[in-house]
Structure formats: C-alpha cells, structure tokens
C-alpha cells in the first residue's frame, strides 16, 4: 500500500508528464531562466522588440593534442561571446527585417 507522500509524488509525476505532452515549456528552459538578451548586452525589452534574436555561434578549437596522447583530438563547440561591434551589427540586421 502506497503511503500519501508516495502517492502524492505520482501524481506530481503524472502532472507534469500531462503538461509536458500538452506542450508546456519547462521553467528551467524558459527564455527568462536563460536570459539571451544578455548575452548580447541587450535590455529584455529591447530584445523582444528586436524579434528575440540569437547571438551568433563561433566553434572554438580545441588546442592540438600531442602525437603520443590517447585518442584523436576533436574540435570543441563553445559559445563565445561576441565583440561589441558584432552585438550592434546583428542588432542593426535584424532591424532591417
């Protein structure tokens, strides 16, 4: 027999897979946990007013690895942040939409 606690946990567990297949955007992932606008040294408002734009993505290398190491070396995916100049730029493009 299941004792409230548990039974209240399935249920919450029930709940949240229903929302989930309804669609809902988890709190964790939401644009406002992840703040994308400062990323691009932008206000929020102002983000949303410029159509919620990306910041570009620029793959970063990962430094050669010596010939004696174990396993190939792999280039690495990092976000870097973009200069000043290219933050206005992209700002100044998608104005232009």
Known sequence: MKTDEERRAAERERARRRRLAAGAVPRETSAERRQPWADLGMSRSAWYRAGCPSAPQIV???PSAPAEAAGPA???????RPSPAARRALLRLVASR
């Open 74 to 80: 792999e280039p690495v995916a990092e976000p870097v």
């Open 60 to 62: 970063a290398e990962a």
